[in-house]
Each structure stands twice: as C-alpha cells, then as structure tokens.
C-alpha cells in the first residue's frame, strides 16, 4: 500500500485548512486510517484515527473540536479538515495505515504504511 499526503501549506491563526491522504495499490477499505504529526525537535504524535471496525474516530485531546478525519472509500481517500488552526499545529503532518490496529492506536509503531508527510505551518 503506497500513501501520497498533500495539502499542506502556510497559514494564519483561525484558517481552516484540509489534508488529503490518496491510498493506491493493494487497499483495503477495512484498513484503519490516521493522522500523526511532528513539529521540530519534537516526536512524532497522534492525532486523529479512524477505526477499521465501527469507523469510530478518535482525536487527540489538542485537536478534538477542532479536526475531523473522514474518509471517500470510492476514491480510496482520507482527510483531515483542521479548523481554527493554531501555530502550535505547526508540524509535519503524516498519514498512516493499519491493516490490525487495536487498542495502540495513539502508538505510531501499530501503523504498517505511511505517507511522506506533508508541512502545515500556522503563524500568529
């Protein structure tokens, strides 16, 4: 499973901006989708997961209100809309996948594939 983020850009405090993760070769749609991120000099952390059984979603306490994480199974593609950025959501932004994601899911290791990151950068 190969996984392409964009969206990323510069912004201003209160913008609204979407992440789009496109999914391509062998996918599933029973796979889990999330989104981590890691601003510099930190590591990288959860932020939002939507699970492969139920398709519950789960944010990071940092985001909830905030960020909503969605997905289009017909184009094999999951988002995450951020609204009211702040510029402590600075930060390299980065999808990942799951094919057996449980209870680890705020764990980056439980995800098997990963996207390239893309950069969100929020002024004041």
């Known amino acids: 499973v190969q996984l392409q983020a964009s969206g990323g850009g510069l912004m201003q405090a209160g913008d609204s901006l979407r992440l789009s993760c496109a999914a391509s070769?062998?996918?599933?749609?029973?796979?889990?989708m999330g989104w981590f991120r890691q601003a510099p000099g930190k590591e990288r952390e959860f932020v939002a997961v939507r699970t492969r059984i139920g398709g519950n979603t789960l944010y990071a306490d940092s985001v909830k209100g905030r960020f909503t994480i969605s997905r289009d199974n017909a184009r094999m593609t999951w988002y995450l809309q951020m609204d009211n950025l702040k510029p402590e959501d600075t930060a390299v932004y980065y999808c990942a996948a799951s094919a057996t994601l449980g209870s680890s899911f705020r764990q980056a290791g439980a995800y098997d594939f990963w996207g390239q990151g893309t950069l969100v950068t929020v002024s004041s």
């Open positions: 070769g062998r996918t599933s749609s029973t796979y889990s």
